[in-house]
């Protein structure tokens, strides 16, 4: 059947007129954001007022969030992309701390109620269906438990498979473009970032199951495991760096032990390379976090290597991962989700990878405390391994002063006598 002639088609002014003041509006995320829906909504500032708009990060510009639009719409973020940070310092949006695990239950159970649900999918199929594309995570809850749906319908969103799929009879307003998606080329990795990533490689096993993000050192790790065999994918985000350890036999699932032979993902965050790849590619099944980020489902698969990173750890091991002192940063996310399912996992190797300075060498990222304000990520009773280019320890199960000496041994060694005097100070050692 042609659904594409059945479907009534709108504008995207036609279709952001359902929303009025006072609602809460929920958009997909990342690669999926649905720029011409939000710009569209943006236009009616001046007819709205107090319209709450909530999504994770979002690629691309975030108009909703200048200053005019103050009183007109305001953002609640479940993650804080660059394009939010501002907002947040400025208090024009606000931050939700909460795992990305957590975050379907808000919607299905009416905690977070959302009126009008902006999403980015590909044209329907025969059938009728039509794919969210490279952003399932907690946009297919939202649509789901939504008052009202609209969707701009693009033939560029690659149609992935799994649990990603809505039809187009449940869109109220579709809306058909033709326009590139957001797309995101991490710079390449640096000499410090891929010696933390041969690090970490010595730590990833043939068959490991592997959770990474997005960037430099995720990249670094991915390059130094070309040796490796059967390397299976269970993460929240995929980005282009996979895509060589694909094509060279090196990612195959082979040996994982749920959904086998499969890469599972919660949303996509790459190139047009990465789209074309997973376009109709039974490779690659799209998850809701609910599922890909569920601590009960993470521990069954053996080996499972999770990989994170942050901004800053203190001697005893507390890790901050979303937050500048208190300016907010980033988020929550699924750190704590992959590094408790990891720990549990037969094999499982939860991993947190980091640079041991930042801002050029001025600052460690290995700290006496926390700095006044930052949030406990991931608490100490949670941490295992700790990898920096000079090397990797392992905290599970080591006093607050064994923890100290393996911080400082792979702090950088410009830092390490403040360190060691520090944790004397705080009485961490003797």
């Not at 080996?303 to 937050?323: F, H, P, R, W, Y």
């Not at 460690?364 to 009773?381: F, N």
């Not at 920096?388 to 400082?408: C, K, P, W, Y």
């Amino acid at each position: 059947m042609d659904w594409q002639s059945r479907v009534r088609w709108v504008s995207a002014a036609e279709a952001v007129r359902c929303v009025e003041s006072g609602q809460r509006v929920f958009a997909q995320g990342a690669s999926a954001t649905p720029h011409v829906l939000i710009d569209a909504l943006v236009a009616r500032g001046p007819e709205l007022s107090d319209v709450e708009i909530v999504h994770l990060h979002t690629n691309g510009p975030a108009p909703h969030t200048d200053p005019e639009q103050a009183g007109h719409f305001f953002h609640r973020a479940f993650f804080v992309g660059p394009n939010a940070r501002q907002a947040i310092s400025e208090g024009r949006a606000s931050y939700v701390p909460i795992f990305l695990s957590d975050m379907p239950r808000l919607f299905s159970s009416g905690r977070t109620p959302v009126d009008v649900t902006m999403l980015h999918v590909s044209p329907p199929d025969q059938h009728g269906y039509c794919s969210m594309g490279t952003s399932v995570d907690v946009a297919l809850s939202a649509a789901q438990n939504s008052k009202i749906r609209i969707a701009q319908v693009n033939p560029r969103m690659p149609r992935t498979l799994g649990d990603g799929f809505i039809h187009i009879r449940d869109i109220d307003y579709p809306v058909k473009v033709d326009v590139p998606l957001p797309e995101r080329v991490p710079p390449p990795p640096g000499e410090t970032e891929l010696s933390i990533g041969r690090n970490v490689a010595e730590l990833v096993e043939d068959g490991a199951v592997l959770q990474l993000g997005i960037g430099g050192l995720p990249n670094a790790v991915l390059a130094a495991l070309g040796d490796r065999e059967d390397l299976g994918v269970h993460t929240e985000v995929v980005s282009d760096g996979i895509l060589d350890l694909v094509r060279r036999g090196v990612i195959t699932g082979a040996r994982k032990t749920l959904n086998r032979g499969k890469i599972v993902a919660a949303f996509l965050n790459g190139t047009r390379a990465l789209y074309d790849f997973v376009d109709n590619n039974p490779m690659v099944e799209m998850r809701p976090a609910d599922y890909t980020n569920a601590a009960h489902v993470i521990m069954r698969l053996d080996n499972m290597t999770a990989i994170n990173s942050c901004i800053e750890i203190d001697l005893t091991g507390q890790v901050c991962a979303e937050s500048i002192g208190s300016r907010m940063f980033s988020g929550v996310g699924g750190q704590m989700d992959f590094l408790r399912g990891a720990a549990m996992a037969k094999g499982g190797r939860p991993i947190i990878a980091m640079t041991s300075t930042a801002k050029r060498g001025a600052l460690s990222r290995i700290v006496p405390t926390l700095t006044t304000g930052a949030g406990v990520t991931t608490t100490r009773a949670h941490v295992h391994y700790v990898v920096t280019e000079f090397g990797t320890v392992n905290l599970h199960g080591l006093d607050l002063a064994e923890r100290s000496q393996a911080l400082i041994s792979v702090a950088h060694p410009s830092f390490r006598a403040s360190l060691t005097q520090a944790a004397r100070e705080l009485v961490l050692l003797p």
